[in-house]
């Protein structure tokens, strides 16, 4: 079974420019999780997607969004980007909304912000 | 006061050592405590799950909560060089949302 897969894993992006990220989550995982990962804060959540709805949102700014589509891909935005934005994302994928005892990550994307 | 605190570490043991990491947490609504191995370029991996007090044993890998404390803590016996990670610990209450430790840096030497 394949895993999570996360496109693109490396990018580059400069101030003021806006991102879309992208997550396939494992065959038959309806719930997709967005996690921002950083030196100084670690491992943040921003949201999690079930069945093309947006279950739960951490404490980011509506810079980040996201959706989901009808086969569990799932996009992350982030819009007018900042120096700060820097980090890895990772996406996590499970059978059941919030389920985390069987929640799996992808390798994440690895974005920097000039 | 962070919700979660870790040691981040380095770590460094020689191969067959025994190996403690720990958090501790703030927040009394914590009900369910994991830990993750993080190789490098990669995303994190379920290592631990439990939600009560006490032992958790899988393989060389032994999770303890103590609620009372608010303290977990991972133990790795006969640690191997493929050990070598970063180890987070994370925590989760009724709700959703997984709060994460900042990780430990592991490094076991051959």
């Known amino acids: 079974k394949a895993g999570v897969t996360q496109t693109p894993r490396y990018l580059i992006k400069t101030r003021g420019q806006q991102v879309t990220l992208s997550c396939s989550p494992i065959s038959g995982h309806r719930s997709v999780s967005w996690y921002q990962q950083t030196p100084g804060q670690g491992l943040q959540f921003l949201f999690e997607?079930?069945?093309?709805?947006?279950?739960n949102k951490g404490n980011f700014p509506g810079r980040f969004s996201g959706r989901q589509f009808s086969n569990s891909r799932s996009e992350m935005n982030v819009s007018t980007l900042e120096l700060g934005d820097s980090a890895l994302y990772l996406c996590a994928s499970s059978l059941l909304a919030g389920d985390v005892s069987e929640q799996y990550f992808g390798p994440g994307t690895r974005l920097t912000v000039t | 006061q962070k919700e979660v605190e870790q040691d981040p570490g380095p770590l460094s043991v020689p191969e067959g050592a025994i190996v403690s990491l720990n958090c501790t947490y703030s927040n009394s609504a914590f009900q369910y405590f994991m830990w993750y191995r993080q190789y490098s370029r990669k995303g994190p991996e379920l290592l631990m799950y439990?939600?009560?007090?006490g032992n958790k044993e899988d393989g060389r890998f032994t999770a303890q909560v103590d609620k009372s404390s608010k303290y977990i803590s991972l133990f790795i016996r006969d640690s191997q060089p493929s050990d070598s990670a970063t180890y987070l610990c994370?925590?989760?209450?009724?709700?959703?949302?997984?709060?994460f430790g900042k990780g430990t840096l592991l490094t076991v030497n051959p």
């Open positions: 439990t939600y009560s007090s």
């Open positions: 997607y079930f069945s093309e709805t947006q279950r």
């Open positions: 994370a925590m989760k209450g009724s709700n959703y949302k997984l709060t």
